[in-house]
C-alpha cells in the first residue's frame, strides 16, 4: 500500500514568497495531521482534520499559515508570505479509524522548507 | 495536557552493547504509549506501542518498552544494537480519554552506534 505522500520533498524559497505543500493521505484513513519539526522546538502539532473538517489549528503559528483538505485525499499547507524562521521539515500523517482513538500516526517523509 | 520528557539528547553506544533511552510523561490522564524511529532525511516510523494489557511490548527488531505507571516512564531498551540502529528515537503519548487523540512528542533521544 501506498503510505502518506508529500510534495515537494525540498523547496529553497525567498522570503515574502509564497509556499504551499501538499499531502496525500493513506486511503481510508479519517484523520490528518500537519507537524513542523525544528533543532529547537522538535515535533510540533499545527493541525488537524478529521473527515476533512478542522478540528484544532491552535498549533498554526500565525494568520501567515494555512490549511486546507478540500477532500478525503488531498491537504494543503500554505505559508503566505515566507519568512526564514519558518524555514523547518513540515510532516504530514494520517491515522486510521481501525486504530480507534489510540493516536497512532502514519507520517509522510517530510518536505524540508528553506526561507532564504 | 500531556507532556514528554526524553532527558537524553544523544546516547552514543558501541555495536552490540545494551542500551537503554529514557521517556517520562506527565498527564492528568490514562494514556497511550508510543515510541516512534526517524532515520535520517526520513518522516517518523512506530517503533512499538502500549495501549493495554501487558506493561512490556516489543518491536519485531528486537526493541522492548515497559510501561511504568507509578513512575510514569515508558523507556525504551534493546540488549544488543546494531550499526543499523542508529536513528532518532522520539517518545509520544496520546489521551486515552480524548475524543480526537492527538500525540504529544518529546524532544527526541539521537541514538549514535559505532563499530
Same mark, same amino acid.
Given at each position: ?10 523547496? %529553497? ?5 509564497? %509556499? ?14 500537519? !507537524? ?11 493541525? !488537524?482534520?478529521?473527515?476533512? %473538517? ?63 | ?115
Amino acid at each position: 500500500d501506498a503510505g502518506v505522500i508529500q510534495s515537494p520533498r525540498h523547496e %529553497v524559497t525567498e522570503m515574502g514568497q509564497e %509556499v504551499t505543500l501538499r499531502c496525500k493521505p493513506i486511503s481510508g484513513h479519517n484523520s490528518l495531521f500537519w !507537524y513542523r519539526q525544528t533543532m529547537m522546538r522538535g515535533l510540533e502539532l499545527l493541525i !488537524y482534520f478529521n473527515n476533512n %473538517v478542522p478540528i484544532d489549528d491552535s498549533g498554526m503559528p500565525e494568520d501567515r499559515f494555512s490549511a486546507k483538505m478540500p477532500n478525503a485525499s488531498f491537504s494543503t499547507l500554505k505559508i503566505q508570505p515566507s519568512e526564514p524562521r519558518d524555514s523547518a521539515v513540515y510532516f504530514c500523517a494520517s491515522s486510521s479509524p481501525l486504530q480507534g482513538n489510540t493516536g497512532e500516526l502514519f507520517f509522510g517523509e517530510g518536505s524540508r522548507l528553506t526561507v532564504l | 495536557a500531556q507532556s514528554v520528557t526524553q532527558l537524553d539528547s544523544q546516547v552514543p553506544v558501541f555495536e552490540e552493547a545494551p542500551v537503554e533511552l529514557r521517556c517520562n510523561y506527565s498527564s492528568s490522564v490514562s494514556v497511550y504509549l508510543f515510541w516512534y524511529v526517524q532515520y535520517p532525511n526520513q518522516g517518523l516510523q512506530l517503533l512499538l506501542k502500549y495501549l493495554s494489557g501487558s506493561t512490556l511490548v516489543e518491536s519485531i527488531n528486537g526493541f522492548e518498552a515497559e510501561f511504568n505507571k507509578s513512575q510514569t516512564s515508558f523507556h525504551l531498551r534493546k540488549p544488543s544494537v546494531h550499526i543499523s540502529d542508529t536513528a532518532e528515537y522520539f517518545c509520544a503519548v496520546s489521551d486515552m480519554n480524548s475524543g480526537y487523540s492527538t500525540l504529544t512528542f518529546g524532544k527526541g533521544t539521537m541514538l549514535l552506534v559505532s563499530p
